[in-house]
């Protein structure tokens, strides 16, 4: 099995955490710089993570899971946690956006509509999730709060967001980082 991502990726993070004890190669690009070659010999998409196994090629950390969970013989998500990787992606692909348009110079405070999506998306996510956690619904540590943890972390690290309001999507953060995987796989040490 071979992983291609970044030590950066929440994408890519959540999917080495769910990973666990499995072994597998695990391919470190620059998909910005030099790397960028070797992404595109392996996902016409452009994006990390891609899974190999077995002959089988894998885009998407959605459909990774799937794939990986399988083999591992977890129980499929409910339609209710499906729905809580779907708020996680879209604030996730938000931010992404975001610090995108920030390297590439574009001032992303400033008020046009296309910011103001991404900012008003971003904060109704985290607030329906950290609703979600305050309520329990994130105890245990399955796939959907493996990736909520990997978007909250990202999203500090990158200091994309004001956690105002939503300071308990941080206590979650901070309660699960002796979790297994999780200090081996922080961005800040890539
Ligand atoms: N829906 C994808 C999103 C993956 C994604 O956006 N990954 C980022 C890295 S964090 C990426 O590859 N971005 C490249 C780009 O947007 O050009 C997934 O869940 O795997």
Redesign the pocket.
């Known amino acids: 099995m071979k992983l291609i991502g970044?030590t950066t990726?929440?994408?890519?993070r959540r999917i080495r955490i769910l990973l666990d004890e499995e072994p597998y190669e695990f391919i470190n690009l620059d998909?910005y710089g030099e790397g960028r070659d070797e992404l595109r010999r392996n996902n016409p998409a452009?994006?990390?993570?891609m899974l190999e196994d077995e002959g089988q090629e894998l885009y998407?950390?959605?459909i990774i899971a799937r794939y990986v969970s399988a083999k591992q013989n977890r129980d499929p998500l409910t339609w209710d946690q499906q729905n809580q990787l779907t708020l996680i992606?879209a604030a996730n692909?938000s931010a992404?956006t975001l610090l995108?348009a920030k390297r590439s110079g574009i001032d992303v405070d400033a008020d046009v509509m296309f910011f103001n999506l991404q900012r008003e998306r971003i904060m109704t996510t985290l607030r329906t999730l950290a609703a979600q956690v305050e309520e329990g619904q994130f105890e245990a540590w399955n796939y959907p709060a493996i990736c909520l943890y990997c978007l909250v972390d990202w999203l500090d690290f990158r200091d994309l967001v004001d956690f105002t309001g939503v300071e308990s999507l941080l206590a979650f953060r901070d309660s699960r980082k002796d979790k297994p995987w999780v200090a081996q796989t922080d961005p800040r040490q890539a």
């Open positions: 970044s990726s929440p994408y890519v998909i452009l994006k990390i993570p998407d950390s959605r992606d692909d992404v995108l």
